[in-house]
């Protein structure tokens, strides 16, 4: 065994069953698959738990893999729609909420996203409400059109745009307060 083997020959080494091989599948992707999970996901434990029951339907589909494409895409497919599976399981997806009050909270039209750290980005997504969340990650990070999230999630393509918008209307707002504090903590310190 190779110390770091290829695609094909970790492919190949787990379909055999080789316990070294998997682990090394394990951990060259566990990381970044995480990531994903973690932007679906509520709590860190369950972006955890997700993971490890994307790894198990890797592990059983791997023979399903015919070395055409991208094998992290592969994966990353299935971490998505696992996360997807979790997503209906607890039931959280609800109806369209009203979008006239969530643009009235937007406190300015500003591009304000270039200050905001990657992390504190994150952070943001992350806070949304289920529904936008999940809609704003399949449409922005997953590169899926309205029809396509309406297909997967089951809901109405205006479901879809409706919680897109609300999703970027609160992140604008979000961003701005961002703006906001940062702008005053600059202020305070220049006058301190």
Not at 39 to 56: C, H, N, P, T
Not at 78 to 85: D, G, L, P, Y
Not at 176 to 190: A, L, P, Q, V, W
Request: include cysteine; charge should be neutral.
């Amino acid at each position: 065994m190779l110390l770091e083997p290829t695609e094909q020959e970790l492919v190949n080494g787990c379909l055999k069953g080789e316990v070294a091989y998997q682990r090394i599948l394990y951990k060259r992707y566990a990381g970044k698959m995480l990531m994903v999970c973690l932007r679906y996901a509520k709590s860190r434990e369950e972006a955890e738990d997700v993971l490890q029951e994307g790894f198990i339907t890797v592990f059983e589909k791997l023979g399903q893999f015919k070395m055409q494409g991208s094998f992290e895409g592969w994966i990353r497919r299935i971490m998505v729609n696992k996360s997807i599976e979790n997503y209906r399981k607890v039931a959280r997806l609800f109806p369209l909420t009203n979008v006239d009050e969530m643009e009235n909270a937007f406190v300015g039209t500003n591009d304000v996203a270039g200050s905001v750290d990657t992390k504190d980005l994150l952070n943001m997504i992350h806070s949304l409400p289920p529904k936008y969340k999940m809609v704003f990650n399949l449409y922005v990070f997953e590169g899926m059109s309205h029809q396509e999230i309406a297909e997967t999630l089951n809901i109405a393509i205006g479901t879809s745009k409706s919680n897109l918008s609300d999703a970027r209307t609160i992140l604008k707002k979000k961003l701005n307060e961002n703006m906001i504090t940062e702008n005053k903590i600059i202020y305070h310190d220049r006058n301190a």
